[in-house]
């Protein structure tokens, strides 16, 4: 089992910067590939971000490409969603995965859910 923990979520306004966090318990850390997913009110769960175990491979939605950018420290248990320029629309809940070791897109790819955190961006 794996629990995962989410932080640093709030209200920004548009253009700003937000650093959100997942610190993560249980199993080895570093067995796992993690991923941001995010919903919006009234919207389906939608993919952010990825990243395999060890940090070699990342895989990002088009809609925040060259904007956000997913990282981890497995001796700190914790992968990080660095998120700038934001926009009104990613506005949503903000949820941390794990899954196996590789990268992946599909949110039945993985085992394991935080709770999410909520960002909201103001314009």
């Known amino acids: 089992q794996v629990r995962l923990v989410e932080s640093g979520g709030g209200l920004v306004q548009a253009g700003g910067s937000l650093r959100l966090s997942c610190a993560a318990s249980g199993r080895t850390f570093s067995n796992y590939g993690m991923g941001w997913f995010r919903q919006a009110p009234g919207k389906e769960r939608e993919f952010v971000t990825a990243i395999s175990w060890s940090g070699g491979s990342t895989v990002y939605a088009d809609s925040v490409k060259g904007r956000f950018t997913i990282s981890r420290d497995n001796a700190k248990n914790t992968v990080y969603l660095q998120m700038s320029s934001l926009k009104p629309e990613d506005t949503a809940v903000y949820y941390c995965?794990?899954?196996?070791?590789?990268?992946?897109?599909?949110?039945?790819?993985?085992?394991?859910w935080g709770q999410g955190t909520q960002v909201t961006v103001s314009s």
């Open positions: 995965a794990a899954g196996p070791a590789g990268v992946a897109a599909a949110g039945a790819w993985y085992d394991y």
